[in-house]
């Protein structure tokens, strides 16, 4: 054991806890709305960008029968087109449309609301620290020797 396993212990404990109670918060958000969380996490990426169901799958850690079943239910409600890609007509892209671009906007509502509680206890800068190190940690690991 090296000097550095005991905190990365208590990290671990405390970023599974943490990721528990945000999924809890985050089922709140979207109870009521009429969509799963899955779709609702796909919904989230789609307006983050995510075009590729190749990409949304691995974003979403899922296989592509279960995000087909997800994207077939948001397409059902109205909320995404597919489209061919113009650089690869053999390729899907995704797209939000207008409808689910505003469920998008009333999500992100029933989120700050569902999620107050717990971020109004940081201060803006602990926020800004938050996010930075959080992107950092959701980089691909370094290898080291």
Do not use: C
């Not at 113009?86 to 009333?106: C, I, K, N, W």
């Not at 971020?119 to 959701?138: D, N």
């Amino acid at each position: 054991m090296n000097e550095n396993d005991a905190l990365y212990d208590e990290l671990g404990a405390v970023a599974l806890d943490l990721a528990h109670h945000l999924r809890r918060d985050a089922q709140r958000a979207v109870e009521g709305m009429g969509v799963t969380q899955m779709q609702a996490y796909g919904i989230m990426l789609l307006a983050d960008g995510h075009t590729q169901p190749s990409a949304l799958a691995e974003a979403m850690g899922t296989s592509p029968p279960v995000l087909s079943q997800i994207l077939a239910g948001l397409e059902e409600r109205g909320f995404i087109t597919r489209h061919p890609d113009p650089e690869d007509r053999r390729r899907v892209r995704l797209e939000l449309t207008e409808s689910g671009r505003e469920f998008h906007a009333q999500m992100q509502a029933h989120w700050r609301v569902a999620s107050a509680p717990r971020f109004q206890q940081l201060s803006p800068q602990e926020v800004q620290t938050l996010i930075r190190l959080y992107r950092k940690m959701l980089q691909p690991p370094v290898v080291r020797p």
